[in-house]
């Protein structure tokens, strides 16, 4: 069917014979999935629970730049950012569709590669893919994600529980991701000046990974039910930590105290942050892309998550007269503002 030259032209196959190759071993891992690929719909099973449904669509030049990104990584990181909405309920994701616009750029290996991400991403969150639609673009790669998961109504969180006096936590550590792409788009504009360089990013594994691979902590949602706790609101972090902060106080109609010491921050990106004379701290609150949990426990399961190496504890809610504030290292209380990419703006 193929000639020989390395890379195969999408016409070659037609929409049929992409989708057909690309889904022809495609693996159902719940028992819910009862139809997948193949019909004109998925059928599924949720007996007894409750369904949950999210979308993020992605733009080639808007919200990936394929000069840095791996288009496995890119098919990865879009199934984790739709996880990432499901596990921010305190649910468990179950089935994604994916749908895609492809511009004559695109041959079948790319695509490939694409998929390579995706169902890695499906393998590793035992998540099936059962849908989509394929369609050409005139310019570039759009990509789109649904994801469909579960849970039972007295368990999901929404962003609008918190209550006073609760304690405001956060998963992993922040600001990595957004360090990341400045070594990433630093290291674009070298190559673009001089293709002989060879980007470097040697010693800076962890953050280039939170930046191209991130996970959405579906482990923290386990550990969670696994130690009795319920949050009281739940938020998932992709544009930085202060707009989520403020998405929970917002809906809650309360206000907060967030103690800047208290921010999770990875060591490299820390270092990192300072070699781009950026503000560490400026890069977790408005950075984004952490994809880590933030959320509210009452005071009472304290004792249940004080010792959890995954879980800083960073503020707690108040009435919503006192303001969402930021406590400074030296004690100074600010107004937490979500200045988002404009932070970095001067
Ligand atoms: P229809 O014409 O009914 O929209 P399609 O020919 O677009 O059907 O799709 C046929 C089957 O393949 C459907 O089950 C659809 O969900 C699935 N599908 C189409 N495109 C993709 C894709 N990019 N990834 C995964 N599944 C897809
Ligand atoms: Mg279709």
Known sequence: MFDNSETTNISQLGEFGLIDHLTKNVKLYHPGSQKGIGDDAAVLDYTGKKVLVSTDMLLEGIHFDLAYTPLKHLGYKAVQVNLSDICAMNATPAQITVSIGLSSKYTLEAIEELYEGIYLACEKYRVDLVGGDTSSSKQGLVLSVTVLGYADEADIAYRNGAEEGDLICVSGDLGGAYVGLQLLEREKLIYLENPNIQPDLEGKDYIVERQLKPEARQDIVELLKSMGVKPTAMIDVSDGL????????????????????????????????????????????????DYELLFTVKQADYDKIKNDVDISIIGYVTEPAAGCNLVSKSGGVHELKAQGWNAFKK
């Open 242 to 289: 202060a707009s989520e902060v403020l998405h929970i106080c917002r809906q809650s109609n309360k206000g907060c105290n967030v103690y800047e010491e208290k921010i999770p921050i990875d060591p490299m990106t820390y270092e990192t942050a300072r070699e781009f004379n950026l503000d560490p701290t400026v890069c977790a609150l408005s950075g984004g892309e």
